[in-house]
């Protein structure tokens, strides 16, 4: 028994039909992850965008070696790092809390190359015109450069998000119970791994290309031209 | 345990890691050109099955396809009555390499479609077989546009390898953890490791540029 239902191990279909329930609450934690993570990096990403940005090489420089650092090393030891390290700092967080950190910080690596590529993407002459239209550098970033950036960022973002959701098994190294880790001690209890491990490979598929077939549908659904301001 | 008695055991763990990274990737790079061409195949059974095959591996997370080959394929096998146990190291190689080879056939189909159809079409003018257009014309000149994104993959692949430290491979970052758990030193034990991580990353990319140096030397000679 796993959070209040039996399994039934009569036959394969049974068992499968038993242990659904089970994995969908870990699916949901799963998700749940994803978003999390998905947030932090699109925050984290945006902030070391700016910082790489800087016009001062003491700004740029350790903010592009940082990302090259994160972008570099493997999610599992980020998160061991974070886990282990951060609460001989007294900053003790929840598994959950920590494991969506490291999602985060791992993906807004790669979340920062994208921004900076949407924002240098638009054109030259697009500054110049903003300026011989004597809009100030803040208001040529906010009314010309991310309505057409937006586009071209939301594509890659959202392979991205997927790419989140497909790591997240690693966080039940420490104890998150997500999809993976809920099949694992089923599987442990039953000494049946067949099952329950087949059906997170199925609900991997079935999650990975709802998420996609979503972002295409928003990819469509934005103009290619930028998004148009009143 | 003093700091240099880290030294010895993580450098163990560092040639099991070299070691694996080295046969997924090439492993991975193979099935990589056999899926990508065979998805531009005319055949259906042959298109069908890379295509299967790279979406159920890019659709799916690597620790499922790990853990799926590691504790379900030996049940799967006593069902059909074989004796599929597969030791960590197989079963490491072999999810490492189906995942990073899904992802370089689409790479690999990406750089093939990508070459001009000029190219295709002088082939066929001078009366070269299909076959010989495909591996002395277009081939050759789709290899320099997978050299930089394998080069990323290369590095996925070596992050990746972290992984099999969860079926007791005792890789670098196993035998970290193992110090961890003797010596409860956490934050020098995983400083040293992310940092080992990081040159061994360094050191591939420098390796993936001068393959890409190579394969693309052709084209300085030609200017």
């Known amino acids: 028994m796993l959070f209040g239902f039996e399994w039934d191990l009569s036959s394969p279909a049974a068992y499968a039909a038993s242990i659904l329930p089970i994995l969908l609450i870990g699916m949901w934690v799963t998700i749940q992850a994803t978003v999390i993570g998905f947030i932090v990096a699109l925050v984290l990403g945006l902030v070391w965008a700016v910082l790489k940005a800087a016009p001062f090489r003491i700004i740029s420089w350790p903010a592009t070696v940082m990302t090259e650092f994160i972008r570099d090393t493997p999610l599992l030891v980020q998160l061991f790092f974070l886990y282990y390290v951060l609460p001989e700092y007294g900053i003790v967080l929840p598994a959950f809390m920590t494991g969506t950190l490291a999602l985060g910080i791992q993906y807004s690596a790669y979340t920062s190359e994208v921004y900076r590529a949407g924002i240098e993407a638009v054109a030259k002459d697009q500054h110049e015109a903003a300026r011989a239209l004597n809009l100030t550098p803040a208001r040529t970033f906010t009314h010309i450069v991310v309505p057409q950036a937006v586009p071209r960022i939301v594509p890659a973002m959202g392979n991205y998000l997927v790419s989140i959701m497909k790591d997240v098994p690693v966080l039940s190294v420490v104890t998150v119970l997500e999809m993976l880790n809920v099949a694992k001690i089923v599987g442990d209890r039953t000494f049946n791994y067949l099952v329950p491990l087949s059906m997170v490979g199925g609900l991997y598929l079935v999650m990975t290309l709802v998420a996609s077939a979503g972002v295409r549908l928003l990819d469509g659904w934005l103009p290619k031209q930028g998004i148009p301001l009143k | 345990m ?73 049940l799967a096998g006593s069902a059909m009555g074989l004796d599929l146990r597969l030791p960590p190291v197989l079963a490491g190689v072999l999810a490492l390499s189906l995942n990073i080879g899904a992802y370089g056939a689409e790479v690999v189909r990406g750089a093939i479609a990508a070459v001009h159809q000029d190219q295709r079409e002088a082939a066929r003018a001078l009366n070269f077989t299909e076959r010989q257009t495909l591996w002395d014309i277009v081939i050759p000149q789709a290899i320099p546009e997978m050299m930089p994104p394998f080069g990323n993959l290369a590095v996925q692949n070596l992050k990746d390898t972290a992984l099999v430290s969860l079926i007791s491979l005792g890789d670098l970052t196993f035998r970290a953890e193992q110090i961890r758990n003797y010596t409860q030193d956490s934050t020098t034990i995983y400083s040293m490791l992310l940092v080992m991580y990081f040159g061994m990353a360094l050191v591939l990319t420098v390796m993936m540029r001068g393959l890409e140096r190579y394969v693309t030397r052709w084209r300085r000679a030609r200017s």
């Open chain 2, 2 to 74: 003093q700091l240099t008695d880290y030294i010895a055991p993580l450098m163990q763990g560092a040639w099991v890691t070299v070691q694996l990274t080295l046969y997924s990737t090439v492993l991975g790079a193979m099935l990589a050109f056999a899926s990508g061409i065979g998805k531009l195949s005319r055949n259906r059974a042959i298109n069908a099955i890379c295509v299967a095959y790279i979406e159920l591996f890019r659709g799916t997370s690597l620790l499922v396809q790990l853990f799926w080959l590691y504790f379900a394929l030996p």
